[in-house]
């Protein structure tokens, strides 16, 4: 608990730094701004198992002011079982998504990843909930990462594999697989769940 703690203190201090170095004029200024944001790489490695390298690789191209990371997932029922992909990364299942891209809207975003993970031509319905990563279970991550669950209408198909997983079907909350809890958690599966038992449920905002 207090390592994540400590996390959460050095993505902070990490940007504030790039914020300084982004509007900064004056060199001195500059100068102290690039040596705390060295300090947070420090605390970074410190407190995970990556090398500085790689975190320094992480955030050496983002400049201006640093805002949260958008992570958007597809939720696609069918009867009572959702729609699942298993992770080349891990090997694990999750909701199909991932980054949000440039030029895309959510929605749009939602439909992309849909198809491109599980091969299904889905619809968007609207935003079932808006977490942020940090309060809920899952693993240390160097970024401060919103995500957004948008439900989607299946209009049938067969799910299949796509370039970045090795399975997709549908299941039910009773028999689900191992979840690649990077991007998801058991707790949010089941929030998933209730939208299905109850189509009315308002919209879920951390």
């Not at 300090?39 to 983002?62: D, Q, V, Y």
């Not at 990077?182 to 939208?195: C, V």
Request: hydrophobic share 40%.
């Amino acid at each position: 608990m207090i390592n994540l703690l400590f996390l959460e203190y050095a993505k902070k201090i990490q940007s504030i730094a790039q914020i300084g170095l982004a509007f900064s004029q004056n060199q001195f200024d500059i100068e102290r701004y690039g040596q705390l944001r060295q300090i947070s790489f420090e605390m970074m490695e410190a407190l995970s198992t990556s090398p500085i390298e790689r975190i320094i690789t992480l955030f050496e191209h983002e400049q201006g002011y640093q805002t949260p990371k958008v992570d958007i997932r597809g939720v696609v029922f069918r009867g009572d079982k959702i729609l699942m992909v298993r992770e080349k990364a891990d090997g694990c299942w999750s909701l199909p998504g991932g980054w949000a891209d440039i030029g895309f809207s959510p929605n749009e975003i939602a439909v992309k990843e849909v198809w491109e993970e599980a091969g299904l031509n889905v619809e968007p319905v609207r935003i079932l909930a808006v977490l942020d990563k940090k309060c809920h279970n899952h693993p240390p991550s160097p970024w401060h990462v919103y995500k957004i669950f948008i439900l989607c209408r299946d209009n049938g198909g067969t799910p299949k594999p796509g370039d970045e997983t090795l399975d997709a079907g549908f299941f039910t909350s009773e028999k689900l697989p191992p979840l690649s809890v990077e991007r998801i958690t058991d707790s949010q599966i089941e929030l998933m769940f209730e939208y299905l038992t109850n189509p009315e449920k308002l919209t879920v905002c951390d």
